[in-house]
């Protein structure tokens, strides 16, 4: 090296060492030299170029934290890599002084904190981690902040990155197993350390926000992490958040996550010290860093800024890189990775990514570190969300624009002041369909497309239904949504309360959202941006574009809105007319679902029935877009049947029904369609195989097919609004052919199953063991579905029709154990109907007669207890201890009363009576 390189070298390292100064004064460390050594003018001190043992050379800096040395910082010229350079630093930790090395920390004989600085770039390695590894900072941490990591120098793991590693296993009863994916995958990052970033991908609905906050409960309590930024797409979002920590319950104790950790708005630093969650936008935080106040009102100009080029960010220390161990960004996904990355790597914090749709951008910032992954389709499947259809609306001015010709008396309007006033146009004005509603409001356009929807609504939209389903319609601005809003209303002939503008710029914005989840009158939203992403509306049935996106996350955010599901009452309650939510639509009046990124919705194939579906899965004919029908059919089939259905369905399918639609769903995924195909021969062959396997559990089982069309078939109900009814006749005389044709199908029928239903197996056989109720309720439901729609009243009447004697009985209502008498008779093992509680009464008196001749005597307190088990036997087929627990029996005590009414005998009694009254 010549001098004149040496020289430069050192003035490099000169200039190098005043900005590190400066970093160092701007983070409270008091920076001095040897020779002017203070140790106690400030909680932190630096002193310069400190001589250490022979060999070991000169620290540039040694680090002092409550007067005990426990860093040093390695300067280096601007513009020299630091990753090369943690050798030199790390024997500097070994070769203090003694005199030094006296009032030194150490871990395993080095001093714990170790940094490598130029600058314009900080390293730093952290002994107290497991496997120390330097990770590059905005700049060195304040010297509390390194004492504070000190105080837990004594326990087996100081830091999160230990601590970590010994989580205790997740709760997973209130987690959908998306959830579960997405928690284990992220603490699994964090306890591998190969990235500081995680991306979890979950689809719009299946409830990001809950597993962000699950997550962030557990790192506070068992992972060692002191403060957690979560970050939002909108301010109005940032309140929902807000709800759901404040709603949280935990699953320790069942507190409130607020109860036990403080989770404010951000606003200007200082953060208050027992903050641990903050939540904000990426604009409010970059304003805090500037010293900006932040308020807590809606302000769309700074939520919604995106700046041209990505910001720079100085540093504060009121709000320092080291402020969060956690940022967890929801759906702030649009910019916050370009423009804004520069706030996220401010911070030296793991970061939590959680989305529907990840662009290219997204999965670079996150180093492909997709920790799990969720999509639209399997949430379908899941039944977290609801399918979707497309409506296309197409009008000439729409697709074309249009020409204003020379002379006409137009309205003008200002746009800052809303005034209006009228000129003639000098010129033709010809306008493009890119500039509607934006330099030009063609009002017969907006009125054309809502005319439209109005007249197809309840023919072709939702056939059947009379009441305006929620429907939120998105327009280009405040503007367009103001016009929109007023021709609605219009259109419709209601008043102000049916439609509403719900802007930022609209008055009570939030009271109208709030109405507008709730409230049976207001049918109809307009919004450009505030009810576009993270927004949920639960009753929300139509998303209508009257603008076009151009992005596919903002794409898929807006068509989130409509997809959650919701319960059947709460959907009622808003929407009268509608028995439960198991789809929702897209009107597009713009032509954005005509975009490549568009995915389709599973259900393609409108025209064809759930019965050809099925055929097609049995023969093994069946295309990918009728598979992905099939697993929308069957996913809407499976929301709407009861848990009892659902509980016999998925035993006739071998197993869950509902992972027999993920496989469907699976099969006809992109990813997993590529996966298959790697190094196929034939891919056609391939894809064809991939589907088979898919709809195998369905073509193997004729009997679940059979049933899923009885349920279908079940839960549909046809209204016949064009049919004109003329009476024929009127009469009482009873139609013993339709009798006859009832008793000889019930006959072919308890034939034709009786290998495979419990109740007709049992009885067929004669056998002396009491049939179970669930065994009756079995075939009751059974044949009360088509094509019989059977119950036992129908049954015992159409006997009755043919022999008035069987009419003859104490009762003329029947119930379901009826169907034991029903079974019985009909089979040949009685030869007398008789209604099932008559017979439990006639052979209860025969055993009283029974137990009065053997010298057994009941008094009347027994006696009360013996007749109503008797009562429960008649209707429930037999009697369980258990059912000494509920009424009548708690009138006198439940099963307390029982034992000291009947004594050590009540259990004894309870066995006789059943098998002496069912047999």
């Not at 004989?109 to 600085?117: K, N, T």
């Not at 999509?375 to 899941?382: E, K, R």
């Not at 009753?539 to 959650?564: I, T």
């Not at 429930?876 to 009138?891: M, V």
Request: glycine share 6%; hydrophobic share 40%; charged share 25%.
């Amino acid at each position: 090296m010549t001098p004149g390189d040496d020289t430069n070298r050192l003035a490099a390292e000169a200039r190098a060492r005043v900005l590190i100064d400066r970093q160092l004064a701007e983070a409270s460390w008091s920076v001095q030299d040897k020779t002017a050594m203070n140790l106690f003018a400030a909680q932190g001190v630096a002193v310069r170029e400190v001589t250490l043992k022979p060999g070991h050379g000169r620290a540039d800096y040694l680090l002092y934290v409550d007067q005990k040395v426990v860093g040093v910082i390695e300067a280096k010229p601007e513009g020299t890599p630091l990753s090369g350079v943690e050798w030199q630093s790390s024997k500097y930790a070994d070769g203090l002084p003694a005199d030094v090395k006296l009032a030194a920390l150490t871990k395993d004989g080095r001093l714990p904190f170790v940094f490598e600085a130029s600058g314009t770039e900080t390293h730093f390695t952290n002994g107290y981690d497991p496997n120390p590894r330097a990770r590059r900072i905005f700049n060195v941490p304040k010297p509390s902040t390194l004492a504070g990591i000190l105080k837990h120098v004594d326990e087996e793991h100081p830091t999160w990155r230990g601590k970590v590693r010994a989580f205790p296993p997740l709760d997973t009863r209130p987690l959908r197993p998306s959830q579960i994916e997405a928690i284990n995958g992220v603490e699994t990052s964090l306890r591998e350390q190969r990235y500081d970033r995680s991306l979890v991908q979950m689809a719009t609905g299946a409830g990001k926000t809950y597993t962000a906050v699950t997550l962030s409960y557990r790192l506070l309590k068992h992972g060692g992490f002191q403060r957690i930024l979560f970050l939002v797409d909108r301010n109005n979002l940032a309140r929902q958040t807000m709800a759901e920590f404040e709603n949280y319950q935990t699953p320790d104790d069942g507190r409130k996550f607020t109860e036990l950790y403080n989770v404010n708005r951000l606003k200007r630093g200082p953060m208050p010290d027992a903050t641990s969650v903050a939540i904000s936008t990426i604009q409010r935080v970059f304003t805090a860093l500037r010293n900006e106040e932040v308020g807590d009102t809606d302000d769309p100009d700074l939520d919604g800024w995106v700046p041209e080029t990505p910001v720079t960010v100085a540093y504060n220390p009121d709000i320092p890189p080291e402020a969060f161990d956690l940022i967890v960004v929801d759906e702030a996904h649009r910019s916050i990775y370009g423009q804004w990355r520069g706030v996220l790597e401010y911070f030296d914090a793991h970061v939590v990514g959680l989305t529907a749709t990840p662009g290219k951008q997204t999965f670079g910032f996150f180093k492909q570190n997709l920790v799990s992954e969720y999509t639209y389709p399997q949430s379908v499947a899941d039944n977290v969300n609801v399918d979707f259809d497309i409506y296309r609306i197409r009008t000439q001015i729409s697709e074309q624009g249009s020409t204003i010709e020379a002379g006409t008396i137009v309205p003008k309007v200002d746009r800052r002041t809303r005034a209006q006033r009228y000129e003639a146009l000098d010129e033709d004005l010809e306008y493009r369909r890119t500039q509607l509603d934006r330099a030009v409001t063609a009002t017969d356009q907006i009125r054309t497309v809502l005319e439209t929807f109005r007249h197809k609504l309840f023919t072709e939209i939702f056939p059947g239904r009379s009441v305006v389903p929620k429907s939120l319609i998105f327009a280009k601005d405040d503007a367009h949504a103001e016009e929109i809003v007023t021709q609605v209303r219009e259109v419709f002939g209601k008043g102000n309360d049916f439609a509403a503008k719900i802007t930022y710029n609209a008055r009570n914005a939030d009271q109208q959202l709030a109405a507008f989840r709730t409230s049976a009158a207001l049918r109809i939203a307009v919004t450009v941006d505030m009810i576009a992403t993270g927004t949920d509306v639960k009753p929300l049935e139509c998303v209508f574009f009257m603008r076009d996106v151009r992005s596919p996350q903002y794409f898929e955010q807006m068509k989130g809105r409509g997809a959650r599901t919701i319960p059947d009452a709460d959907f009622q309650a808003v929407t009268p007319d509608a028995k439960e939510k198991t789809r929702f639509v897209l009107v597009d009046a713009v032509g954005v679902t005509e975009h490549d990124f568009v995915e389709p919705p599973l259900n393609r194939e409108k025209s064809i029935s759930l019965q050809k579906l099925l055929e097609k899965a049995a023969n093994l004919t069946i295309t990918e877009d009728e598979t992905a029908t099939l697993a929308s059919r069957l996913a809407a089939l499976e929301a709407q049947i009861t848990d009892d259905e659902r509980t016999e369905l998925d035993a006739v399918a071998g197993g869950s029904l509902r992972q027999v639609v993920r496989e469907l769903v699976d099969a006809v995924d992109p990813d997993v369609q590529a996966k298959a195909l790697e190094g196929a021969a034939d891919q056609d062959q391939a894809l064809q195989q991939l589907i088979i396997a898919a709809v195998k559990p369905i073509a193997s089982n004729p009997d679940l097919r059979a049933r899923i069309l009885e349920l279908r078939r079940a839960h549909d109900r046809i209204i016949d609004e064009v049919s004109t009814d003329v009476l024929l006749d009127a009469y009482g005389v009873i139609d013993t052919s339709k009798a006859k044709s009832v008793v000889e199908s019930w006959r072919a029928y308890l034939d034709e199953h009786r290998s495979e239903i419990t109740a007709i197996q049992l009885l067929a056989e004669a056998r002396e063991r009491r049939i179970s109720f669930g065994d009756i309720k079995e075939l009751a439901d059974r044949i009360s579905r088509p094509p019989y729609n059977w119950t036992p009243d129908i049954i015992w009447n159409a006997y009755v029709a043919l022999d008035p004697e069987y009419g003859k009985a104490s009762t003329t209502h029947r119930t379901l154990t009826d169907l034991v008498s029903l079974i019985r008779f009909t089979l040949g093992e009685d030869d007398r109907l008789a209604p099932y509680a008559d017979k439990v009464n006639q052979k209860y008196a025969a055993w009283l007669a029974q137990q009065e001749q053997a010298g057994v005597a009941f008094t009347p307190a027994e006696r009360w207890w013996l007749d109503r088990m008797v009562q429960v036997i008649a209707s429930s087929a037999g009697i369980s201890p258990a059912d000494l627990d509920q009424p009548p029996f708690t009138e006198k005590g439940g099963t307390d009363g029982a034992v000291r009414d009947l004594g050590e005998r009540a259990g004894s009694l309870i066995d006789e009576l059943n098998q002496e009254l069912t047999a």
